[in-house]
């Protein structure tokens, strides 16, 4: 009797979940008219940036009168691939990826893409069917984020590379771009970009006031980030800069930086608008950061699907979405941007 | 034991109506060919796992073993060009030869399997991003690749471990035959050869069991290469089906479902105790509650919420329905 | 009623049954104040169950308890040590890494503004100890010194709850003829001052000595009761197995064959300093006897290749075996019988069927299959030979008396035809029905030609059984006895390292 009890205990918790999840969280999920465009905006992972892009989704799902589901892939490769595939049996009309491993993954974005309206946002895999890529020119950011480096040590000296992974294009690009413009190479064109070797140190140039040391990776792993920070400081006793290509590194620097009380020798240029990043820039404590204003790809993503579902093809492959250099002339203004957005985005 | 795998059958089930009823589109074949390829991938591991568990052991490597036999599948089919046969004995040696180390150091050596295995988990994972440096890579050549001559035959491989055979309207992923014959093995190794009953009575009393003139130490080594070697072939099957390794994350965490899957199947952490089917079938219930998730439209950050009560209730009636089982056999007294 | 005329302690009516097992069916006892009970018993006749009832370790089905007259109830060690009732356990409980002191009032120190009062605890533990004749500082750490004296702390430690009633269970097994003589001193000193003991003890030189009055438990009952002056050997031997003792140990005179076993200054692991040599013939039951702890066990487990040897001969039939492992004693012919029988003799969660054929699947496997016809075959011979009672052949060992799972370990060592068999402890914990069949198992055994050695702490078991027998003390073989040389006392001398006397 009480194998029986216990079984329709757990059957009953789990439907429970089950309404409390399609009641609580989405109720429009099954009253919606069958008529409404289902999209599907899916990220490479569990971070505060997909969170603000969520937002735009949302604002662009109530702007539209569409309805859009945001998944998060916790681990990876298998996860994101588990997740589109359920998108496509539950039959949505479109869905926006940020594939996480462009070249290998073609053949099931190919598969996905003979289903259901595919376009790729924030990291392209052009070797894909995908009908555009929504993003950010992650070269140009990058040699934007150079000139921020340039501005922040006019005289010159040794740059640390932080980012979580090194698989993805868009970190290649912007870590490419980071490189050439301090090295003061000349400007190469997005889809050719020649890259240097992932493990390639002491990078400098003749004319060239700055040293390139290493480009440490963390996988994502925040701890990790913060001691890859510690362990240069240890390392390299001149070290003048560190920029932050992902979301959490600035921050991260920021923080071992600050325990090891080194804010006045070491600065700090990064990538994306965390907060902690923007308090610091409002500080002082770091000098700039490039924001690629995230909303924006959820919003264009979930406009650009919503036009292709109407039938209208994208005019080119490639939408590039304007990023934003943030220093302390328009920290206070872009914060409450910022703010407002990710304020928005809750209400839904 | 037949009532035990009528629990977790029921489990299953219970959750696949449910989601078909909330969800029909659930039910379409394209969704089924993809729950069983999943079910299949996971539940090859859980099998594994579930020879070491039923010693009384515990293997944490298994998914950084994954993630190093994928990796080192990729770099011999794409970048060396290597023999595809050749490569896949390769790495099947390679599979055998960790569960060997394992077993060696868990009965000459004397370290706890935890530890053992603990520290295998940290060392395959680095060896396999240090091989590639970190980078993603994956078993299908491009025309840069010195496999490329290699092409046709593995496009064969590929078929083999992730392809689809048509049945009608209904394709069957190819994992799900590996399974089946997988499974078949097991189950009669473990009910049918002496050495499945050692591997049993150890599990409940290593000393009873040694005290009976049993090699014991032979037979724990046996479990942790079959553990290791299911995990390379999981591997194999993980690398072709994603066509994407990543060094640092490809099975990453895997051991956990793979124990979770053992565990809910019946097997006791305790030792002495699983069955085969029951593995499978709750590698398949795992997977269906992550579909099912999807299905439904929950948010996905409540997935390992989900899971983990589900393991959890699972167990806790699994225990309900032993002690009853217990105590008819002691009323059943002379 | 008036307390004075009512006993201290009174008990009947009570049941207690485990699963499988109806230990207590019905028992009665009662005790005076100032008074030493022996109870005793032969293993499994439920002394110890009623001990632990009485501590509060566990509860009884049901009974009715009196102390002074008033019902009262124990439901936990709480409640006993409320009533004055004491258990000194067999192994002793205290903590080796704290001394005299902490240990006497663990869990009840003193205490002074919420801090032990240590001066306090140090006065009072010295009282105690004085009164058990102990002159120890009390800063001694308990684990370093000898048993015997433990035991006395042990005792001191239940004189600090108030005990009214102290319950000895085998006091002496592990203590020496002199450690033994100081405890009966202390046990005489307080029976002098009203408290009273219970005392459990195999040895009925001991009871003769102590008791003023002995209860005898058979088979979970009471099987009688002696006063002072009826309490003798023969008497005692007569309710404990419940007829002449020439009856129940049926034995004929063997002649024995050639040499099966025999050990040549073989070391053992555990006293590799004492090189031990003996012999078993065919057709041959000796006996090892000897105290706890003095290695007889670990001798078995030698020459089983449990523990393998440190160095010197085995010889098997004469010829000269090095045995490493379990597997490669079997293969020679030698099975074991162990004394823990859970842990080493069975594999509890398994089936009858199971744990009959664990040793013999590989001779009768092809290529690794299990040969299910030859499984049965082995099960069915073993639950016919030995008497096994079992609903099924699929009962899960777990679920049968003691004396049935004995005879599985007997049944699946059967079935390999040894020539040697080793038994440790062969009738513990097992009822007076079941020992009398194992006694004969032994006895045809023997009589077909096996050697068999057996190691017993039941004295009369060796008498009763051994047509010659070994006795050890702290690792070495002390004496060898012959049949006719066989009695109590040269037991206890030889195994109490009193070989003068031998």
């Not at chain 3, 042990?154 to 033994?180: F, G, H, W, Y």
Request: with cysteine; aromatic share 6%; proline share 4%.
């Amino acid at each position: 009797m009480n194998i029986k009890k216990a079984l329709s205990l757990s059957f009953l918790t789990y439907l429970l979940l089950l309404f409390s999840g399609c009641g609580g969280e989405n109720p429009s999920a099954v009253e919606k008219p069958s008529d409404t465009p289902t999209f599907a905006y899916v990220t490479n992972g569990i971070d505060p940036f997909w969170d603000l892009c969520a937002a735009g989704v949302r604002i662009a799902e109530k702007e539209f009168g569409v309805q859009c589901e945001v998944l998060m892939p916790p681990k990876g490769v298998v996860d994101q691939k588990r997740m589109m595939e359920a998108m496509l049996a539950k039959g949505v009309d479109g869905v926006a990826v940020s594939p996480i491993d462009a070249e290998n993954q073609t053949p099931f974005l190919n598969e996905v893409g003979q289903n259901t309206i595919l376009i790729t946002q924030d990291a392209d895999a052009p070797k894909s069917d995908r009908l555009v890529y929504i993003g950010t020119n992650n070269y140009k950011a990058g040699r934007a984020l150079g000139g921020l480096v340039k501005k922040a040590i006019p005289e010159g000296g040794e740059v640390m590379i932080f980012v979580g992974r090194l698989e993805q294009l868009n970190a290649r690009q912007r870590r490419q771009g980071v490189i050439d413009e301090l090295l003061n190479r000349p400007m190469q064109k997005l889809d050719q970009v020649k890259f240097d070797p992932v493990d390639a140190s002491d990078l400098k140039a003749e004319g060239s006031k700055y040293i390139v040391l290493d480009t440490r990776t963390d996988n994502f792993d925040k701890a990790k980030a913060k001691s890859n920070a510690e362990d240069s400081m240890t390392k390299y006793k001149n070290l003048k800069c560190m920029v932050g290509l992902f979301a959490y590194n600035p921050p991260a620097c920021i923080d071992a930086i600050r325990e090891a009380n080194k804010q006045n020798q070491i600065k700090v240029c990064g990538f994306d608008e965390q907060d902690a990043t923007l308090q610091a820039i409002l500080d002082g404590n770091a000098h700039g950061t490039i924001s690629q204003q995230p909303w924006e790809y959820g919003y264009e993503s979930i406009k650009m699907l919503k036009s292709i579902h109407e039938g209208k093809q994208p005019d080119a492959q490639y939408f590039e979405l304007p990023f934003l250099v943030v220093d302390r002339s328009n920290v206070e203004e872009f914060w409450a941007k910022k703010k407002e957005m990710a304020a928005l985005g809750k209400q839904q | 034991m037949k009532k035990n795998v009528l629990g977790i059958f029921i489990l299953l089930v219970a959750i696949f109506v449910i989601t078909a009823v909330i969800n029909p589109k659930f039910l379409n074949a394209y969704n089924m060919q993809n729950l069983i390829k999943w079910s299949s991938l996971y539940a090859v591991m859980s099998l594994g796992v579930a020879f070491v568990i039923i010693t009384g052991g515990i293997d944490l490597s298994i998914g950084s073993v994954v993630g190093l036999v994928s990796v080192v599948l990729s770099i011999c089919l794409k970048l060396e060009g290597m023999d595809p046969w050749s490569a896949i004995g390769i790495t099947l040696v390679l599979s055998l030869g960790i569960g060997l180390l394992h077993g060696l150091l868990i009965t000459k050596a004397k370290v706890q399997p935890f530890v053992v295995t603990l520290c295998g988990l940290l060392v395959y994972r680095s060896m396999g991003r240090w091989l590639t440096d970190n980078q993603s890579i994956g078993p299908m050549p491009y025309e840069e690749d010195a496999g490329y001559k290699n092409l046709e035959q593995i496009q064969g491989l590929d078929f083999l471990f992730s392809g689809k055979i048509a049945l009608g309207s209904f394709n069957l992923p190819t994992p799900a035959l590996f399974i089946l014959v997988l499974s078949i093995a097991a189950a009669v190794f473990l009910r049918r050869t002496i050495w499945g009953r050692y591997l049993f009575a150890l599990g409940n009393n290593e000393e009873g069991t040694r005290y009976s003139g049993i090699d014991t130490d032979r037979m724990k080594i046996l479990a942790y290469v079959l553990c290791s070697l299911f995990a390379g072939i999981a591997g194999i099957l993980f690398a072709f089906e994603l066509d994407s390794v990543q060094p640092a994350q490809t099975g990453e965490f895997y051991e956990l479902y793979a124990i979770a899957a053992a565990v809910l199947g019946g097997c006791s952490l305790r030792g002495g105790e699983g069955s085969v089917l029951g593995v499978v079938i709750a590698a398949a219930v795992i997977r269906l509650i992550y579909n099912s998730i999807n299905m439904v439209g929950i948010s996905t950050h409540l997935e390992f919420g989900i899971l983990g009560l589900v393991i959890l209730l699972g167990v806790i009636g699994d225990e309900f329905l032993k002690k009853a089982v217990a105590r008819k056999q002691a009323a059943q007294k002379t | 009623m008036d307390e004075s005329s009512s006993p201290l302690l009174e008990v009947s009516g009570l049941r207690k049954s485990f699963p499988g097992v109806l230990a207590l069916r019905g028992v009665s006892l009662h005790l005076q104040k100032g008074e030493v009970l022996a109870l005793i018993g032969e293993n499994g006749a439920g002394k110890s169950t009623l001990m632990k009832i009485l501590a509060g370790v566990q509860p009884a089905d049901e009974g009715d308890f009196r102390v002074s007259g008033k019902k009262v109830s124990f439901r936990n060690v709480n409640d006993a040590m409320d009533k004055g009732i004491a258990l000194i356990h067999q192994e002793l409980n205290l903590c080796g890494n704290l001394d005299l002191a902490a240990n006497v009032f663990l869990g009840r120190e003193p205490t002074k503004a919420g801090l032990i009062d240590e001066s306090e605890m140090r006065r009072q533990t010295e009282k105690f100890l004085s009164q058990v004749g102990l002159n120890l500082p009390v800063d001694t750490l308990a684990g370093s010194i000898p048993i015997g004296k433990q035991q006395l702390v042990e005792i001191a430690k239940a004189l600090s709850c108030n005990a009214r009633v102290l319950i000895m269970d085998e006091p002496t097994s592990s203590l020496s003829q002199k450690e033994t003589e100081t405890l009966f001193e202390v046990v005489k000193n307080l029976r002098s001052k009203g408290i009273s003991v219970i005392y459990i003890s195999h040895r009925l030189g001991e009871v003769k000595e102590l008791a003023d009055r002995v209860t005898v438990f058979r088979d979970g009952e009471n099987a009688g009761e002696l006063m002072q002056d009826q309490i003798d050997h023969d008497n005692m031997v007569k309710l404990m197995v419940g007829r002449e003792l020439s009856e129940f140990y049926d034995r004929q005179v063997h002649n024995p064959g050639k040499p099966v076993l025999s050990l040549k200054d073989l070391r053992c692991p555990s006293y590799p300093q004492h090189p031990l040599s003996l012999e078993v013939s065919e057709g041959e039951i000796v006996g090892v006897a000897g105290l706890v702890g003095a290695g007889r066990t670990e001798l078995l487990q030698t020459i089983f290749g449990v523990t393998p040897a440190l160095g010197g001969s085995l010889e098997i039939s004469g010829e000269a075996k090095e045995i490493r492992n379990p597997r490669a004693a079997i293969s020679v012919g030698i099975a074991l019988a162990p004394e823990d029988r859970k842990q080493h003799g069975l594999v509890l969660p398994m089936s009858v069927r199971e744990n009959s054929s664990l040793p013999s699947l590989q001779r009768d496997a092809s290529r690794g299959w299990l040969n299910e016809n030859a499984e049965r075959t082995v099960t069915q011979n073993a639950v016919k030979s030995m008497k096994i009672k079992t609903p099924n052949y699929e009962q899960m060992a777990r679920f049968l008396s003691g004396g049935n799972q004995q005879k599985i370990v007997l049944g699946k060592w059967l079935a390999m035809s040894p020539k040697l068999l080793l038994l440790d402890e062969p009738t513990r914990g097992i009822d007076v029905g079941a020992k009398r069949e194992i006694y004969k198992l032994m006895e045809k055994l023997a009589g077909e030609g096996m050697a068999i050695l057996f190691v017993s702490s039941e004295m009369e078991e060796v008498l009763g059984m051994a047509d010659r027998a070994y006795v050890m003390h702290e690792g070495q073989i002390s004496g060898e006895l012959s049949r006719d040389q066989l009695s109590e006392k040269a037991i206890m001398n030889l195994a109490t390292g009193n070989l003068a006397a031998a």
